[in-house]
């Protein structure tokens, strides 16, 4: 394994805090284990020549190489559930008396390999059933990493991956491959569109959203970076709309606007757009 030295981990660190927020400075084994054998594949002896190899690549191809190395992305179905359950019982339902014109807007921010925008489409899909062509529900999942953004795009998961999908959701939802693997149908995979992302840059939406899940993806922030995402999240939500954070996170108080209302869920305000 290559080492780093402390001015090569510093430099690397501060870029992609700087850059995409990521807080990397407790995560020196990590970067050099995962990174060591991309080095030597390159031809290259030492991170400085790989941190130069970078910094010069104006295509940003490599950084994208690094991000996805150093990114975990592990998720899988029905994560958190009770985050399910609540906007299967309390969140569509209020949604649905407070947007008149029909359209949802829904947002999966960090959205790995795409277990949690497709979960959040099949609840849409049993809550709506018939209904479902009345509404908008499309939902727009986005990610740093590419390479788990193409893995999203195929909605091809191993059976070990899908082991906690209830049987009813199987039989609709998902189409045995015959090859150990499981593909979303198309009416589920239709639901949902993938973008990358980086949360630190400027949010350019045209409407506000009703729904924004992003869960497990703070928890590598630092304080500060942290509450400057919430308040980004907290403008382009809808009044009304919620934002999910995942159960191992937390947002300050003092420091949001959005309201409280149960463990890791918060509302905007309580007036309908």
């Given at each position: 394994m290559i080492a780093m030295t402390d001015k090569e981990f510093d430099t690397l660190t501060k870029f992609v805090k700087q850059n995409y927020g990521i807080d990397l400075t407790k995560k020196r084994i990590l970067i050099e284990g995962r990174l060591s054998n991309t080095i030597t594949a390159k031809g290259l002896s030492?991170?400085?020549?790989?941190?130069?190899l970078i910094f010069n690549d104006k295509s940003g191809q490599e950084m994208k190489v690094l991000l996805n190395k150093l990114t975990t992305n592990h998720t899988f179905f029905l994560r958190e559930s009770d985050h399910f359950q609540f906007l299967k019982e309390y969140v569509l339902p209020y949604l649905v008396k407070h947007r008149k014109n029909k359209d949802l807007r829904i947002w999966s921010a960090g959205c790995s390999a795409g277990q949690e925008p497709y979960t959040m489409a099949m609840v849409i899909a049993d809550f709506f059933g018939n209904q479902s062509s009345s509404w908008d529900t499309t939902i727009l999942a986005t990610d740093l990493s590419t390479h788990v953004l193409e893995q999203a795009k195929t909605g091809i998961y191993s059976a070990e991956s899908i082991k906690d999908v209830p049987p009813e959701w199987m039989q609709k939802y998902f189409i045995d491959k015959k090859d150990g693997t499981f593909e979303i149908c198309d009416r589920i995979k239709k639901e949902v569109v993938f973008r990358h992302a980086n949360l630190m840059e400027p949010f350019n939406y045209k409407k506000p959203f009703d729904i924004i899940f992003c869960r497990n993806v703070m928890i590598y922030y630092d304080a500060p970076t942290k509450i400057t995402l919430v308040n980004k999240f907290y403008d382009c939500t809808a009044n009304g709309g919620f934002l999910f954070i995942g159960?191992?996170?937390?947002?300050?108080?003092?420091?949001?606007?959005?309201?409280y209302i149960k463990p890791a869920v918060y509302q905007k305000g309580e007036n309908a757009r």
């Open positions: 030492s991170f400085e020549e790989y941190l130069n159960h191992s996170e937390t947002i300050n108080r003092e420091n949001t606007k959005y309201r």
